[in-house]
């Protein structure tokens, strides 16, 4: 049976939700599942923007054939060519084969990769700023490049002015029955921000590329490939957030404690630090076991925060596997403008310390903030004052930042 939802006049979401993938790109958890969105315009001509992931295939091909009714596919826009919205593609054409595949050269370039079919009689190249007229309605394109593949393009609906946004704006979740964020009950921001973190993240610049490129538009609606459709005032509640998270601009002055312990030692001291961090009046503060919480909820917080204590021990001469594995995803994704403090751990040979406060100074605009404490296998009474002046240049700094 059909689900399908009309967004404005003669525009329809045909896409759908995935409760069952336990892990996006088979990497990052999915508590709450996952939508694949898709849209289907009727005009003089029809148009399908994307498609969506396999798991969902059957439900779309009902959703487009319910819509459609007895009339042909005349276009469908390729705005990402990553599986999760391509996935489909072949199987459009062999359905309505006097289908146009919209895209530019890098989205045909990805299509001949993935795919054996032979669809380039199929092919309607557009570049930047060109226009597709439908009949009421006309759609414009634009480039945008690492947002989050090098084919990516956004696909602007000039009369109501509708972004279809590719993955930019998108957030893990599946829906509960409502596709506007503004009818989602309690809708978790958290969510759109660790969709961006951990898969956009690295691509900040690109971001404001496209933010540059779309200034002056009148945007009234965005579409994203993911999670909720934002408008009204939604619009700009995302659109702010984007701008400081593609800037690397902490959302929140605030402290994410994250360290690695074996035995309690190292989780110890981070607790005593935690405290006296309280009692210096820095509220906003959040402590993750590093082998407990997965990745990427810790550094969708890392994005949300202005401050950051990391602590590890050493663990075969090295810096302890889970941590150097948060250090280095951090790294590669390029998070910036934080402030960063180091807590080590070790019994007999110290190596925890050195190689976070090496990994650290290796990311661009990331202050080291006050003196790294290296302990021998437990916190002792004499080495509390070394915490209480780290606590101190922490809440200075949280107080001023
Ligand atoms: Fe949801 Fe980059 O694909």
Redesign the pocket.
């Known amino acids: 049976m059909y689900s399908v939802q009309e967004i404005k006049s003669n525009i329809y979401w045909v896409g759908g939700s995935d409760r069952r993938l336990a892990l996006f790109e088979n990497l990052f958890p999915l508590p709450n599942g996952v939508a694949y969105n898709s849209y289907l315009i009727l005009d003089e001509k029809t148009a399908l923007l994307d498609t969506v992931d396999r798991s969902i295939s059957q439900q779309y091909f009902e959703n487009i054939a319910h819509v459609l009714g007895d009339r042909q596919l005349d276009y469908l826009i390729v705005n ?1 060519m ?1 599986p ?2 391509c996935a489909n593609i072949e199987d459009i054409v062999r359905r309505y084969p006097n289908v146009k595949l919209v895209g530019n050269k890098k989205t045909f370039q990805f299509m001949e990769q993935f795919y054996e079919m032979d669809m380039t009689s199929h092919y309607l190249e557009v570049k930047e700023g060109d226009e597709l007229p439908l009949g009421q309605r006309t759609l414009r394109f634009y480039t945008a490049p690492m947002v ?2 090098p084919e990516v393009m956004v696909t602007y609906e000039i009369s109501d002015g509708i972004l279809f946004s590719a ?1 930019a704006f ?1 957030s893990f979740g599946a829906f509960s029955g409502n596709i506007f964020a503004d009818e989602i009950d309690e809708f978790d921001v958290g969510e759109a921000r660790r969709y961006y973190a951990n ?1 956009v993240g690295r691509y900040g610049a690109q971001v404001q590329a496209l933010f540059k490129k779309l200034a002056g538009l009148k945007i009234n609606m965005i579409c994203s ?2 999670g909720p459709i934002w408008r009204g005032e939604q619009i700009s509640f995302i659109l702010d957030l984007y701008d400081k998270w593609s800037r690397y601009d902490p959302e929140k002055k605030g402290v994410v404690l994250v360290y690695a312990s074996m035995y309690g030692n190292t989780e110890n001291a981070v607790q005593v630090l935690a405290n006296k961090l309280a009692q210096r009046g820095v509220r906003d503060m959040r402590m993750y076991d590093v082998s407990k919480t997965h990745a990427s909820y810790i550094i969708s917080d890392l994005w949300k925060y202005s401050h950051i204590v990391f602590a590890s021990p050493t663990y075969n001469l090295h810096l302890y596997f889970n941590m150097d594995a948060l250090l280095k995803d951090i790294g590669v994704l390029g998070l910036k403008n934080r402030k960063v403090s180091i807590l080590g751990n070790h019994t007999w040979a110290s190596a925890a310390m050195k190689s976070m406060k090496e990994q650290i100074e290796a990311m661009p605009q990331m202050e080291l903030l006050g003196e790294p404490i290296d302990l021998r296998s437990t916190l002792k009474p004499e080495r509390e004052p070394e915490l209480d002046k780290l606590a101190d240049v922490i809440a200075a700094s949280v107080k001023e930042a």
Do not use: N, R, Y
């Open positions: 990402h990553e999760d919205h989050h593949w993955d998108g898969i490939l993911h």
